[in-house]
Structures are given as C-alpha cells and as structure tokens.
C-alpha cells in the first residue's frame, strides 16, 4: 500500500541536496501539527493525497530524498491520532530495494552522526515471528531514541505460497528508522523467546 501511494510523487523533489537523517527532524518539536511541518519544510515536503495509517499514528507529510550512508530513505511524519502532534519520524526504503548491504550502509551513517549505538540487538527466525529474522540497532541522544531495524524473511516464509512467480504472498523484507522522543516506543531489545 506505500508503494501505491509513495512510488507514484516524483523522485525529484526541489533539494538543493539530499537532507541526512539530521535534517529530517532539526527545526521540528515533538507536538506540533502537520500544518507546522508544512510550512518548516516548505517545498521540500510532499502532502499524501490521502493519510497512510500507521495504528497509533498517520502520516499526511512526507520527505523524499533523506539519504543515510549513501542510501535514499523518505521520511513519514507519524501525527499522534488522538492529539494530531508529532509523535514520530520515520524513514523507509523502498522494499524493492531492502537488502543487508544497504542496512550496513545506513548503519555506517548513523555511527558517523550519532557515534556507537547504546544497544544491538537480534531475532532469530522462527515460525512466531512468521520466520522473519531482524536486527536491530538503537542511539539515545538528548531528546531522541533512534532505532534502525531490519526485518529479513527466510524461505519458510513462503510456505504455504502456491505460485511463488507471482511475487511475495508471505513477509517482505523492511528496513526502517524510527526517530521518537524518550520513553514514547519501547527502545530495548526485545526478550529472548523461551523455549517451549
């Protein structure tokens, strides 16, 4: 459903250069209104013909072209659904282009602009996390937590897919970073499964 909506605006938004994980939230404040972010962003932001939903949140604003470690991510500006403030930035790449080389390119941004992540984390694929394996990289600075994560699907995922030619039917492989205030995400790793 992104790609339906993201894949169609034009790659070529008026940047005079590709903004870094830094410029996608410098300026901004947690709270404030879709209208605020418009008017801070200017050209540079995109307003959706229709909000994504994201459960506890909706993005009607995005940025394209916010580039970490060489690689091109698009900010959703995740508004609270109860009080319509920010409650969330987060960037993803396309799923057409999600792979571990880009995931440990992003990774090397991020330690060049936030130094060592506080925590590293990783799940094993299993048949409760519908054989998904991910990996997980978390920074607290000031009044941000940064998590970069990437979920990868193994083949047994595709159990179950009968026509395996007509693209994915099972998990999809994602690649995000999630910028939120202090304590509004859970940002630890998750607890090891117990075995059964």
Known sequence: MLCVLICALPLSAPLARAAG???????TYWGESSGALLAH????ATVLP????????????VLQRIVVGGVPLIAFFQMDKTTGGLKRI?????????NPPAFRAVIGGLKSEF??????????????NG???????????????????????TLEA???????????CGLTGQMLVRI???????????????PR
């Open 41 to 44: 962003f200017g050209a540079s």
């Open 21 to 27: 994980v830094d410029d996608a939230f410098q300026g």
């Open 158 to 168: 595709f159990e179950g897919c009968f026509d395996l030619t007509a693209g994915p």
């Open 131 to 153: 054989y998904q394996g991910a990996a997980e990289r978390i920074w607290r600075r000031d009044d941000i937590v940064i998590q970069a994560i990437f979920r990868d699907t």
């Open 90 to 98: 987060q960037l993803e790449r396309q799923r057409h282009g999600v």
């Open 180 to 194: 939120s205030p202090p304590g509004a995400d859970s940002a630890g790793c998750p607890a090891p499964d117990r």
């Open 115 to 128: 130094g060592a992540p506080d925590e590293m984390c990783a799940m094993r694929p299993s048949p409760a």
């Open 50 to 61: 229709r909000p994504l939903d994201f459960g506890d949140s909706y993005t009607d604003i």
